[in-house]
């Protein structure tokens, strides 16, 4: 059974499902859209046009939804939307999108830890961890179970490819490639993510194939484009091959090298 703590202040037109858990002093804008199940401890905000699927949980302090901090910011709807069994700790802060008509999107399965920040027309995919204080600038893209390391730092329009990881107060200016592991300030791609690409899987064949790949990308002198040339001549067309080659190609940013 859901309950509203009575300290709370719930918009009148706010959907909120009988099941959800809104702790005290939370605050729930007039145009949000609650899934069933969500839970909001306590003195939690949410504000705009922002929608959260089920079963979210949203701890103290946490502020999603609300106005970005983008100076170029003219007006309009903008929007934020979130999918399910995400988790965002304390002092969390998810910002909506800039220009009329943007979304800020996150997906599901996501556990995003103390003091991280999402800002404005950033998009999130599935099982991705931030760990404290890690921080997003605007239109960051970040694929599937990706993680960023506490204290990093991602420099806005940057991607971060699927399986990677990104090591703790690493700066973040170019784009980190899939299935890879990036540290430093900058940040350079160091290694194949062994330890992700075990945990979720990747066979022994296209392991060995993506440190072939990181060695041709990093380590041989070639260039981006000749390098991409041999892993497709090379390699075998795995999956994780191809979205490497993809990724690196359609990067505007350039890689981090």
């Not at 007006?75 to 969390?92: L, Q, Y």
């Not at 995003?112 to 998009?123: D, E, G, K, R, W």
């Not at 296209?206 to 040339?229: C, H, V, W, Y």
């Amino acid at each position: 059974m859901g309950f509203i703590h009575s300290s709370a202040v719930v918009h009148p037109k706010a959907q909120v499902p009988s099941d959800c858990s809104i702790g005290p002093f939370c605050v729930i804008g007039e145009n949000v859209l609650l899934g069933q199940g969500c839970r909001l401890h306590s003195h939690v905000v949410i504000d705009g046009h922002t929608t959260l699927g089920r079963e979210n949980e949203i701890f103290p302090f946490a502020s999603i939804g609300l106005k970005t901090q983008d100076l170029k910011w003219k007006g309009g709807i903008t929007r934020t939307e979130i999918g399910d069994f995400n988790s965002f700790r304390e002092n969390v802060t998810v910002n909506s999108a800039t220009a009329d008509g943007e979304v800020t999107v996150i997906g599901s399965h996501n556990h995003i830890l103390a003091y991280s920040h999402v800002a404005h027309n950033v998009t999130v995919g599935n099982h991705v961890i931030m760990s404290n204080v890690a921080t997003l600038a605007g239109h960051v893209m970040v694929e599937d179970f990706a993680v960023i390391g506490g204290l990093a730092a991602v420099h806005q329009f940057c991607r971060i490819g699927k399986m990677s990881i990104i090591g703790g107060c690493s700066k973040v200016v170019q784009d980190v490639p899939p299935f890879m592991l990036a540290d430093g300030n900058p940040a350079q791609t160091r290694t194949i993510n062994k330890v992700g690409l075990d945990r979720n899987g990747i066979s022994d064949e296209a392991q060995s194939a993506l440190k072939q790949a990181f060695k041709l990308l990093f380590r041989e002198g070639l260039t981006i484009s000749n390098a991409l040339d041999r892993i497709e001549a090379n390699l075998p067309r795995l999956p994780e091959i191809q979205h490497l080659v993809q990724f690196t190609r359609a990067s505007g940013r350039g890689i981090s090298k």
